[in-house]
């Protein structure tokens, strides 16, 4: 009796620390901040792509918080990008408000706010029919740009942007590195942000609703209150994805409305792996090399690559590159074990 | 006295098909009730209805004397009204103390914190882990429900009604798809709730329904037969006709 006590007590000490201590950092996390350092130093000529692919790390670390954490699947995330990467951009050219950071914090409040009003109206539904009515609010919200091309600049955009040094003091060099710089330091504190809400009780909350959504009910959740909160907090990001975008390029036109803006971001994700954080680090780095790569090989048939290396990580990596390891490792760790 | 949970002539239908026909229902605070009848009888809608996953299309559910019948199945659930599901309704991707926790975490209002760790409440916890214990789940905290035998995780799903803290508990066939051999387990677990919790279970196996119940409520076709004591149902030559006779007195499971 005593030891079986004993025995569970122990049992109750590891259930309670697997709990307490699951949020805390871990020595491999270091690992993609490390390597995006290092890609300073080893590639400082491409220091224009690096900012690039680190919008879109951010990009997709938006839409794996409603896509990975709260299982909201929606093809219209770009329409939150687009808003913020216009919300700097019109307010460069058309108000001369060129501050970059404050256009960062404009960005996210109006991207939230359209997150706000449509996941209100949007997240009653589910499935197929989310996917549809996300993807018709990104392409009414660009036919909106179109319609009034004079603010908007329409397909032909608004080039030639400038923006203010950063901080009054570091200005933009030919090379980008300030530009990289400045996008890794915004990508951290945004993942922090997420990181906390991905582990708080609310960030529970989610991965209960994305589980079983029936049992959420049952249990006296506010359903629809979680998944507008996240939803909202998931467009802010996207939309300060969207306006370093628009910084880093100096232009932005109608097209980051796109579906395949939209479609992009999520496969990013899927190819990373969902609901981990670093799914979306991964997969949007390895898309964006491999694009690079590709297009630089074949100019015209590049997509075909691409294609074929989606084709290869559904059939061999159906839970995302970060899923095939874990497999690889526990894989590892059964046969050290047998 | 406030009944605990009162139901005043409900009545819904699907299309043409009256499901449930101006059903009257009590249960006293610490009732054990148990809900009978064949298949089709409208057991599960009944729980639907009182639940809030569908809404009457006329009728009253009242908890504690306050009408209920405007709220959503969350806020009634807030308010104390547990149930469980006949299909196992559970996170089958955490780990059983994560689904505990959570429970407690929604019935607590800390799901509203975005900031906070989800593990630095330790009474949190430690009161999920109380729950499993006197479930002698506690070898299984950290498995995945997916990979527990569904015997165990129809005790998850009683776990979770219970980390509620209800004061109205709804049993939809508990031991439903357990091998018999373990739905001992099940039971005694439900003999042993709490006496201060009303419960009104639905169940096919008349051996329980019998040891279990000091009231029963028939539904046939929607509507209540009759009520009454074991004794009297078990007595009463119209059940027997319509539903112990071609139902027999036997266990197991059905749909």
């Not at chain 1, 270091?30 to 790390?57: D, K």
């Not at chain 1, 959740?221 to 998944?227: D, G, I, K, N, Q």
């Not at chain 1, 059939?315 to 590892?332: D, K, N, T, V």
């Not at chain 2, 229902?25 to 809900?35: K, P, S, T, V, Y």
Request: hydrophobic share 50%; net charge neutral.
């Amino acid at each position: 009796m005593a030891a079986s006590e004993i025995i569970s007590g122990a049992m109750r000490e590891r259930a309670a620390d697997y709990l307490t201590k699951r949020h805390r950092f871990r020595a491999a996390e270091a690992l993609p901040w490390l390597i995006a350092i290092a890609v300073f130093f080893i590639f400082p000529t491409r220091m224009t792509f690096g900012s690039q692919v680190l919008v879109m790390v951010m990009f997709a670390l938006s839409l794996d918080l409603i896509l990975g954490y709260a299982g909201i699947v929606t093809l219209g995330h770009a329409a939150f990008f687009g808003i913020g990467a216009y919300t700097v951009g019109l307010a460069a050219a058309r108000l001369d408000w060129t501050e970059p950071i404050s256009g960062l914090f404009a960005a996210a409040i109006a991207a939230g706010l359209v997150g706000f009003v449509t996941g209100w109206f949007l997240l009653r539904y589910r499935g197929l029919t989310l996917l549809m009515l996300t993807l018709a609010t990104a392409i009414l919200l660009q036919e909106t740009g179109n319609l009034r091309s004079d603010i908007s600049g329409g397909y032909d955009g608004l080039p030639g942007l400038t923006f203010k040094p950063l901080l009054g003091i570091f200005d933009y060099d030919l090379y980008a590195h300030t530009y990289y710089l400045y996008v890794l330091a915004v990508l951290a504190v945004m993942f922090y942000l997420v990181r906390r809400i991905v582990y708080s009780p609310f960030g529970q909350a989610l991965t209960g609703i994305r589980e079983n959504v029936r049992r959420m009910h049952a249990i006296g959740s506010p359903v629809h209150r979680r998944l507008v909160t996240v939803y909202t907090i998931a467009a802010a990001i996207a939309g300060v994805a969207g306006a370093l975008f628009t910084q880093t390029n100096a232009y932005v036109t109608l097209t980051v409305f796109d579906f395949d803006n939209s479609a992009k971001v999520m496969v990013m994700l899927i190819l990373g792996g969902t609901g981990r954080l670093y799914g979306a680090f991964i997969g949007a780095a390895v898309y964006m090399v491999l694009e690079d790569y590709f297009s630089k090989l074949s100019p015209t048939f590049w997509q075909f690559g691409i294609g074929l290396v989606l084709v290869l990580a559904v059939l061999f990596a159906p839970r995302g590159i970060l899923g095939l390891f874990e497999r690889m490792g526990s894989y590892f760790a059964e046969r050290k074990r047998s | 006295m406030t009944a605990a949970l009162q139901v005043e002539r409900l009545n819904r239908a699907f299309g043409a098909l009256p499901v449930t026909r101006d059903v009257d229902l009590m249960l006293e605070r610490g009732a054990r009730r148990a809900l009978i009848g064949p298949n089709g009888a409208g057991k599960t809608t009944l729980v639907n209805l009182i639940t809030g996953a569908l809404k009457p299309h006329s009728g009253r559910v009242l908890l504690d004397g306050e009408d209920i019948t405007a709220l959503s199945q969350a806020d009634r659930a807030r308010r104390g009204l547990a149930r469980t599901f006949q299909i196992n309704q559970l996170f089958r991707g955490l780990t059983v103390l994560e689904n505990l926790c959570m429970t407690i975490g929604e019935r607590d209002g800390h799901c509203d914190n975005l900031w906070r760790s989800a593990g630095s409440k330790r009474e949190v916890i430690d009161e999920a882990l109380g729950y499993l214990d006197s479930l002698r789940l506690t070898d299984d905290a950290l498995k995945l429900v997916r990979e527990l035998p569904y015997g165990r995780q129809r005790l998850v799903e009683i776990a979770i009604a219970l980390a509620q803290k209800p004061r109205v508990l709804l049993l939809d066939e508990p031991a439903a798809g357990v091998p018999s051999s373990e739905s001992h387990l099940i039971l005694d677990v439900v003999a042993a709730l709490d006496p201060d919790i009303a419960v009104l279970i639905i169940e096919h196996d008349m051996d329980v329904v019998f040891r279990f119940a000091k009231e029963i409520t028939v539904l046939v076709q929607g509507a209540v037969f009759t009520q009454g004591t074991p004794n009297e149902i078990m007595n009463n030559e119209q059940v027997r006709a319509v539903y112990l006779g071609q139902e027999g007195h036997r266990g197991g499971h059905h749909g």
